[in-house]
């Protein structure tokens, strides 16, 4: 463990990987599977709704009921160091902070923000990679940069592997492989990865002392190229409703998303007779995945969905959403739910 070498400091292990890539599952696997590891989490979401902040508090509610210390907080990056503070206080009792990054954020910059840290309870505990294995490919054509960031992990996460047969899976494990070179690849699906694993700094195979290719120095000097970093290149939407949303008109929306819309995310009310609950919305390309939720006590019945891409048309996606909100005469039947029941499962 990274703590044994100074038992007083905490490691904070930074998630990152593109949008979609499976972070916020491989968290809640993380929180519900910690073997007895208390773990603090930050969530540095983009977005204005803080959507993954709201489905992790989720897991840790009933974590917090086990009384096993999981601590929640949504923050964003310049908020980090007073976080680290709250959250390494002695009170806290943490084994490790797990933070994760926005899918748009630069790894290097969250690297940095964790060497620079001022507390002096704070340790750097490695980057773990996380990599779509069914998009690697487009997305890096479209983000060469991609390699840059994976080649900062120290661990690379192969996720999604069921979605791949045997075959594809190995040719895109042999494709990362050429990226990350050494750095140790673990192929997983729903972010099962063992708490204990990534808890600990892995080595490089060949040569530990590659890891202070990430000194605070060269980090802080090493000039980055901004006219390539992703938050430039990608909006957010956000778009809330409190009346019910038709099933038909919004499963349509979603196969049909407006825009270059890469990504959207979210939870949806419909408040059709025996499907009063919540569904959690997901889409990554043309994913599209409604699972059904319950609300919590005093939970708001509201849709609240946020959409993420490139030059989002913001007035197209607004018309688009604000047409699948219920109208009088929308069937309101068992019946309507069928649309979503493609995607629930
Ligand atoms: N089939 C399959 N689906 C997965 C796997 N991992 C995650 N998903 C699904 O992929 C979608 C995106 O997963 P998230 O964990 O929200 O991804 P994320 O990286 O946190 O996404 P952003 O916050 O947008 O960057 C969700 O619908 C997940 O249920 C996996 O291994 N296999």
Same mark, same amino acid.
């Given at each position: 463990m /990274? ?9 904070v292990?930074?998630?990152? !990987?593109?949008l979609?890539?499976?972070?916020t ?17 930050v969530?540095n979401?983009? !977005?204005?709704i ?32 007073s976080?680290?503070?709250?959250l390494?206080s ?8 797990v ?19 001022g ?5 750097? !505990?490695?980057?773990? !990679?996380?990599?779509?294995?069914v ?5 890096r ?60 700094? #892995?080595e490089? /195979?060949?040569? #530990? ?23 430039s ?13 038709? #099933? ?9 998303? /407006?825009g270059d ?15 009063e609950?919540?569904f ?7 994913h599209i ?19 993420i ?18 109208r ?5 039947d ?12």
């Amino acid at each position: 463990m /990274a703590r044994g070498q100074e038992e007083s400091k905490i490691p904070v292990v930074l998630v990152s !990987g593109f949008l979609g890539s499976g972070k916020t599952t491989l968290l809640n696997h993380l929180l519900r599977n910690n073997r007895g590891i208390r773990i603090g989490v930050v969530v540095n979401d983009f !977005g204005s709704i803080n959507i993954d902040s709201m489905m992790v508090a989720g897991q840790v509610d009933s974590m917090v009921s086990l009384g096993n210390g999981c601590l929640c907080c949504a923050v964003d990056v310049s908020d980090m160091d007073s976080m680290f503070d709250v959250l390494a206080s002695s009170s806290s009792q943490l084994d490790v902070i797990v933070v994760e990054a926005s899918g748009l954020a630069e790894p290097r910059n969250l690297i940095r923000l964790v060497l620079g840290s001022g507390n002096p309870r704070i340790t750097y !505990g490695g980057l773990v !990679g996380l990599v779509d294995s069914v998009e690697f490919d487009s997305i890096r054509s479209k983000h060469p940069e991609i390699d840059s960031h994976l080649r900062l992990a120290d661990l690379v996460v192969l996720n999604k592997s069921d979605l791949l047969e045997p075959e594809e899976l190995g040719a895109v494990e042999s494709r990362v492989r050429r990226v990350v070179d050494e750095v140790p690849i673990l192929i997983t699906s729903h972010g099962q990865v063992d708490a204990e694993l990534l808890f600990e700094v #892995p080595e490089r /195979a060949d040569d #530990p002392t590659e890891a202070r290719q990430l000194t605070l120095d060269e980090l802080l000097y090493e000039d980055d190229d901004h006219a390539r970093h992703l938050h430039s290149r990608y909006t957010t939407f956000s778009f809330e409703s409190a009346e019910p949303m038709d #099933p038909r008109r919004l499963v349509d929306m979603l196969e049909n998303p /407006a825009g270059d819309v890469y990504r959207i995310k979210g939870l949806v009310y419909f408040g059709i007779d025996g499907y009063e609950g919540k569904f959690v919305l997901n889409t990554v390309g043309r994913h599209i995945r409604l699972q059904p939720d319950i609300w919590k006590d005093g939970e708001q019945r509201v849709t609240r969905i946020v959409s993420i891409g490139t030059e989002l048309d913001e007035e197209l996606i607004e018309i688009r959403l604000l047409d699948c909100v219920r109208r009088p005469g929308d069937p309101t039947d068992e019946s309507a739910m069928l649309p979503v029941h493609r995607y629930s499962t």
